[in-house]
């Protein structure tokens, strides 16, 4: 961001090791989707009868799952409301 405010044109800002902000969000929305993925993949052994499979470690993957899933709502909702209020400001 320093870079870009700076004049460097966005091909160096990248180049300089910030992180970039679509990246972190798409890996993070990734890493949830791992996480319901994984918790509806033991609920599915569980509810087929694999013997490796026990209820307290399906509710926990499920709870975690949905833990997770509500978090990434709430960014979400963050993120819409700041992106309004930039967009209500006067220039």
Same mark, same amino acid.
């Given at each position: 961001m =320093?870079?870009? /405010?700076?004049? %460097?044109? +966005? *091909?160096?800002?990248?180049?300089a090791?910030?992180?970039?902000?679509?990246?972190l969000?798409?890996?993070?929305?990734?890493?949830?989707?791992?996480? =319901?993925?994984? /918790?509806?993949? %033991?609920? +599915? *052994?569980?509810?087929?009868?694999?013997s490796?499979?026990n209820?307290?470690?399906v509710m926990?993957?499920?709870?975690?799952?949905?833990l997770?899933?509500?978090?990434?709502?709430?960014v979400r909702?963050?993120?819409?409301?700041a992106y309004?209020?930039?967009m209500?400001?006067?220039?």
């Amino acid at each position: 961001m =320093s870079a870009l /405010a700076s004049g %460097q044109p +966005a *091909a160096k800002a990248a180049e300089a090791g910030a992180p970039d902000f679509a990246e972190l969000l798409k890996q993070s929305i990734d890493q949830v989707n791992q996480v =319901s993925q994984g /918790a509806q993949a %033991q609920q +599915a *052994a569980f509810q087929s009868g694999d013997s490796d499979a026990n209820l307290q470690d399906v509710m926990v993957s499920l709870q975690k799952a949905s833990l997770s899933f509500q978090t990434m709502v709430q960014v979400r909702n963050k993120l819409v409301t700041a992106y309004q209020e930039v967009m209500n400001m006067q220039v």
